[in-house]
């Protein structure tokens, strides 16, 4: 199967496409991962990459773009969860060109619905080691024992003041991709709230239904 794990920030969308990766012998493409590894290895789109977040632009779309391709190439357009990805519709169409031209179509689009008091409750909750950069939640991932308090930062997004403006920014730019998709996919929503294992659960019985329809 070749999935898109879709919506806003704090839905989930990290945590689920990891589990869905395990349990489904999928390969987890998150685009956050890939820009660290080619900022790191100095390839060349990572190095424009970096200069773009350096100077405090947004990296244009034919370097995120170049980034998937590379890692699609590299997987052999086998079974993936995408998170993170698309996040314009220039991408989204980038994306669903370029599968064509493989053969291989996105299966579905999962739509992670959560509402918006739970996610700036979910984010302000958040904590980052200093040290290993491991993200925390101090209800559903609590940090180990052994990780001191001190060690731990409320980064400065996860403010409810920041997390509103990111929504707003997240229902002016990503959303207008829900059209986009439910006029060119399978769309699914999925109710985004509840314990990690429930949404898991929802997310399982939708893929099963899309495999029976007749998704790959």
């Known amino acids: 199967m070749r999935l898109v794990l879709f919506g806003p920030p704090g839905a989930g969308k990290g945590t689920q496409a990891k589990r869905l990766a395990e349990g489904h012998s999928l390969v987890h493409l998150s685009t956050g991962d890939l820009f660290r590894a080619a900022i790191k290895a100095q390839t060349p789109l990572g190095q424009d990459a970096d200069r773009y977040i350096r100077d405090g632009r947004l990296v244009p779309d034919e370097v995120t773009n170049g980034l998937v391709a590379e890692k699609l190439d590299e997987i052999g357009h086998t079974d993936f969860v995408l998170d993170g990805y698309p996040r314009t519709i220039p991408q989204a169409e980038w994306l669903m060109n370029h599968l064509a031209e493989q053969d291989a179509p996105l299966s579905a689009v999962i739509s992670l619905v959560v509402p918006e008091e739970d ?6 909750r958040r904590r980052t ?3 290993t950069g491991a ?3 101090l209800d559903f991932n609590p940090p180990p024992e052994d990780v001191p308090a001190d060690r731990l930062l409320h980064r400065s ?6 997390i509103q403006t990111r929504l707003g920014e997240y229902h002016r ?4 991709l829900e059209t986009f998709f439910r006029e ?9 709230t509840g314990a990690l294992d ?3 659960g929802r997310i399982g019985e ?3 239904e899309v495999r029976g329809l007749g998704g790959v």
């Open 129 to 131: 080691d200093k040290e």
């Open 206 to 208: 939708a893929l099963a």
């Open 119 to 124: 996610i700036v409750r979910r984010l302000s």
């Open 173 to 176: 730019e990503t959303q207008p």
């Open 184 to 192: 060119r996919s399978r769309f699914v929503e999925i109710d985004g």
């Open 198 to 200: 429930e949404v898991q």
């Open 157 to 162: 997004d996860d403010h409810p003041e920041a």
């Open 135 to 137: 993200i925390y939640h």
